[in-house]
């Protein structure tokens, strides 16, 4: 019998527990479908005891496990281990409190992002970070890869909503991180650690009111620089509009095929961007911006909230919405600095020529977060290695102009391979000091985020001796 065997004789009392090798399959990947694995277990738990019960299992069989929310993830953070526990949220899905005095909620981690806005929309407050996945993604997954969203680029990611979190740390303990705990800001070294620290419990988020008045425009231009310009521009006037999107003409094309959008015809560039705050303040903005966008050639804004949904439509639709030009595609998530957005989709054009591969353009415009989508034909030899060679050189982009390979997708296995290119070794050992910390018998989500997992207390393969930090008495290697 395998650690993992003699492990599932003793699942009780935890929650269902699939072992059922059809059932295993329904969990083998996350959105990042090219890499899967049929997962050794999952367990869906339905209290924060059960998941310490099962994290307490793990460490004793030394089998590792991995969280997993709705498994909307981009960047492989869910894929699941054959030999390991794929611990599920989707039962705990509970809204516990709602305090709006104190602007507060504490929610269970499966419960939807869209969920917690849903409970307190009629009382006139939000959850302000809002992924296009908002519908179905979990907060769990979200405090996890700390997730942006279109109106973060005002409001802040993930990591500015939460408050505190519960969470069974990777020996099976339960504690609370809180934001007001001196000391160590654990709390926002767990948000965006990628289920590497832990799995969260319950979740405090802070709610937000519901502005006074909300503009969407959607500006038509005839190329993307145009485009580019409008956003350096919009920033440069002193407004911070609650989003800044842009789509390219490709990115267009296939929204319109998928949901009808009905943007303007023969634009190279959309812009769409969304104002919001007291109604005079909303005023003042949106005719600083029509001068600021004199250069579309037709700028709708929208009259009513229907219209307003339905310039959202193109955008929160547009990575489905290219299986409707492309059979297949890779989403790419990279960051540059806004002054350099020109340049870096000039890259990314040439990249395009040079390969024969299509690539939209889908951006977070506001806070120069590109999502790439690299189109291919998977029946096509080798089109899928070549559309994998331009997604890569693009990452080398954003890294060459002063950005990040990961905007809010994270790393997963995906990106693991790049983040050498972005930290040094020294950089990467400092990060694993502190995952060791968490986690020293390396078990919860093992293989994600670094490039070279290594145990806890392995001295680093690429250092020569001991880390500085350890040397100085600054840090303990477990
Ligand atoms: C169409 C589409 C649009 C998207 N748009 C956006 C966007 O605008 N912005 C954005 O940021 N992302 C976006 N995403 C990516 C994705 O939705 C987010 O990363 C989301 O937060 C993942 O949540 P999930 O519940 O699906 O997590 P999963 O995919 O299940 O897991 C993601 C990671 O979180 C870990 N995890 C899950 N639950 C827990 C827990 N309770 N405790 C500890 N770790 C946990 C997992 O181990 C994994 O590493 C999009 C995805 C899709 C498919």
Redesign the pocket.
């Given at each position: 019998m395998t650690p993992l065997d003699e492990l599932i004789t003793r699942l009780s009392g935890v929650g269902e527990v699939i072992t059922d090798p059809v059932r295993l399959r329904t969990y083998e990947c996350?959105?990042l479908t090219y890499h899967r694995a049929t997962p050794g277990v999952v367990t869906l738990p339905e209290s924060a005891e059960q998941i310490a019960a099962i994290v307490r299992l793990c460490n004793e069989y030394g089998v590792p496990f991995?969280?997993?929310?709705?498994?909307?993830?981009?960047?492989g953070?869910?894929l699941p281990r054959t030999d390991g526990v794929l611990i599920v949220?989707s039962k705990m899905r509970r809204v516990l409190e709602i305090d709006l005095a104190a602007r507060r909620a504490v929610v269970e981690?499966?419960v939807t992002?869209l969920a917690i806005t849903e409970a307190v929309r009629d009382q006139g407050y939000y959850y302000a970070p809002?992924?296009?996945?908002?519908q179905?993604?979990?907060?769990?997954?979200?405090?996890?890869?700390?997730?942006?969203?279109?109106h973060c680029l005002k409001y802040g990611f993930t990591v500015n909503h939460v408050e505190a979190c519960e969470?069974v740390t990777p020996d099976g303990d339960i504690v609370t991180l809180d934001r007001l705990d001196p000391g160590y800001d654990l709390l926002g070294a767990f948000i965006g650690?990628?289920?590497?620290l832990?799995?969260?419990?319950k979740i405090t988020v802070r709610l937000s009111r519901t502005p006074e008045a909300v503009m969407t425009v959607l500006a038509a231009f005839e190329d993307i620089e145009r485009g580019g310009q409008a956003v350096s521009a919009i920033i440069a006037a002193g407004i911070v509009p609650a989003a800044i999107e842009m789509m390219d003409a490709l990115a267009i094309e296939a929204a319109e095929a998928a949901v009808a959008c009905a943007y303007p015809e023969g634009a190279g560039a959309v812009l769409i961007v969304e104002l919001d705050g007291p109604e005079a303040e909303v005023a003042g903005q949106f005719e600083e911006l029509r001068r600021i966008c004199s250069g579309a050639f037709e700028l709708r804004v929208a009259a009513d909230p229907a219209e307003r949904a339905a310039i959202w439509k193109g955008r929160k639709s547009a990575?489905?919405a290219v299986g409707r030009i492309s059979p297949a595609y890779i989403?790419q998530d990279g960051v540059v600095p806004r002054t350099s957005l020109p340049e870096v989709l000039a890259g990314i054009d040439r990249l395009s020529a040079e390969f024969g591969i299509k690539v939209a353009n889908v951006f977070?415009a506001g806070d120069g977060n590109l999502h790439p989508l690299v189109l291919f034909d998977d029946a096509e030899p080798g089109a899928g290695e070549r559309a994998e060679a331009v997604s890569g050189r693009i990452l080398d982009l954003c890294i060459e102009s002063g950005g990040s390979i990961t905007?809010?997708?994270?790393v997963?296995v995906d990106k693991s391979r790049y983040m050498p290119k972005m930290f040094s070794d020294d950089d990467l050992d400092t990060m694993q000091l502190v995952r060791c910390a968490f986690d020293p018998s390396n078990l919860s989500?093992p293989g994600?985020v670094f490039p070279t997992p290594r145990l806890c207390g392995e001295v680093p393969g690429v250092r020569k001796g001991v880390h500085p930090l350890v040397e100085s008495g600054k840090a303990e290697q477990f």
């Open positions: 996350d959105g991995v969280a997993r929310g709705s498994g909307t993830g981009l960047s953070g869910a949220t981690p499966g992002n809002d992924p296009s996945s908002q179905i993604c979990s907060i769990g997954g979200n405090v996890a890869e700390n997730s942006g969203g279109a969470i650690s990628e289920g590497t832990g799995v969260a419990t990575f489905a989403v977070h905007g809010e997708h994270g997963g989500n994600k």
